[in-house]
Each structure stands twice: as C-alpha cells, then as structure tokens.
C-alpha cells in the first residue's frame, strides 16, 4: 500500500522557518522523483520544488528560489522541504508527490498546512 505521509507544517511568524518532511512507503523509493506542490485558498496547485530520484538534481519555483530547499534520503524513505524566510503568501497546503522516474506512476500525499501570520 502506497503511502505519502507530511508532516511539519503549523503556525509561524513572518520570516520565520519551518521544515516539512514525508515519509514515503509501499514503493520503492529511490526510482521515484520526488516533489512539493502547494494549493492556496482559491488558487490552483502549484509546483515549489523537485528533486530528482538520486538526489542529485533539484529545481524550484521562481517565487521560493533562494528560500526554500528540497533535499531526500533514500536510506529514510523521506523528503524534506526547508522552508526560511517565510513570508505570507506562503500560507497554503503543501502536498507532497511521487512520480516514478521510468514509470511516470504518481501518488500524492494528504497534505499538512503551513500559515504564516503575525
């Protein structure tokens, strides 16, 4: 049974930091590029950040270039985004994505919140 479970997300100033994490399993997870998207309020998704199945290859949105990084472990099944200097448009639900690299097989997580308010 495929799972994508986020977690890390909560309340935080602007300017502040968090560090969201998911723990993948039923898959393996080493041949699958790894994401995270984010959906706002009445927006439509978007894509934040990539990382490629090795780790060695990543790609960010223009919004959180230089803010956020995106990082795996292949050893812990897990993918983590950093999140600084966060600001309050960042506010959304961040959901994180597998895409398998040969298969191009996709399964979503539930997601975890993140607000950024003073």
Same mark, same amino acid.
């Given at each position: ?9 909560g ?5 502040? &930091?968090?560090?969201l ?11 699958y590029?790894?994401?995270?998207? /984010?959906?706002?309020? @009445?927006?439509? /998704? ?16 223009? &919004?959180?270039? @230089? /803010? ?37 097989? &996709?399964?979503?997580g539930?997601? +975890?919140?993140? +607000?950024?308010s &003073?």
């Open positions: 049974q495929v799972q994508l479970v986020e977690s890390g997300g309340l935080v100033q602007p300017g502040g &930091s968090l560090r994490s998911c723990a993948a399993s039923g898959f393996t997870f080493n041949n590029i790894m994401s995270w998207h /984010r959906q706002a309020p @009445g927006k439509e /998704r978007e894509l934040v950040a990539a990382i490629s199945s090795g780790g060695v290859s990543t790609n960010y949105a223009d &919004s959180v270039k @230089g /803010r956020f990084t995106i990082s795996r472990d292949n050893v812990k099944n897990s993918v983590y985004l950093q999140m600084n200097s966060l600001k309050p448009e960042d506010t959304a639900i961040y959901y994180c994505k597998a895409v398998g690299r040969t298969t191009f097989v &996709s399964h979503w539930q997601g +975890t919140q993140v +607000t950024v &003073s």
